[in-house]
Nanobody
Framework: QVQLVESGGGLVQPGESLRLACTAPYTITEKITNMGWYRQAPGKLRELVADIASNGDTFYGAFVKGRFTVSRGSAETMIYLQMDNLTPEDSAVYFC????????????????WGQGTQVAVSS
C-alpha cells in the first residue's frame, strides 16, 4: 500500500541542487502535526534531515548547515526539500514522513512513510 509518494531524486555533481517533493495520493482527514524528510545511506542508520511542524517551526539535522530548506506546498500533504550545494556525503535514499494524531476517540498517532527517492552526488 502506497502511503506517500516522493519525487525529484537523481544524480547530480557536487555543488549542484535538487528539489524533492512528496505528497499523499489521498486525503488525510486526521490532524497532521509534523512533516519531514529522512535519509539513509548504505550501511548507516536512517537520520532526520528536516522537519516542519504544523505551526511552521522547522528543525534540521546538524549536517545540513544551512544548505537545505523544507517547506510545505499549497496542498495540505505536500512537502518539499530544496537541497543546495550538495556533496557526495549527501548521497542516500531520502524518505518523506508525515505524522499526526487522529481527531476522534480512541485517539492515536499515525506515521506515514514514502518508499524513498535516490539521491546520488558524484563527479
Amino acid at each position: 500500500q502506497v502511503q506517500l509518494v516522493e519525487s525529484g531524486g537523481g544524480l547530480v555533481q557536487p555543488g549542484e541542487s535538487l528539489r524533492l517533493a512528496c505528497t499523499a495520493p489521498y486525503t488525510i482527514t486526521e490532524k497532521i502535526t509534523n512533516m519531514g524528510w529522512y535519509r539513509q545511506a548504505p550501511g548507516k542508520l536512517r537520520e532526520l534531515v528536516a522537519d516542519i511542524a504544523s505551526n511552521g517551526d522547522t528543525f534540521y539535522g546538524a549536517f545540513v548547515k544551512g544548505r537545505f530548506t523544507v517547506s510545505r506546498g499549497s496542498a495540505e500533504t505536500m512537502i518539499y526539500l530544496q537541497m543546495d550545494n550538495l556533496t557526495p556525503e549527501d548521497s542516500a535514499v531520502y524518505f518523506c514522513n508525515i505524522r499526526g494524531v487522529t481527531t476522534l476517540p480512541p485517539y492515536s498517532t499515525f506515521d506515514l512513510w514514502g518508499q524513498g527517492t535516490q539521491v546520488a552526488v558524484s563527479s
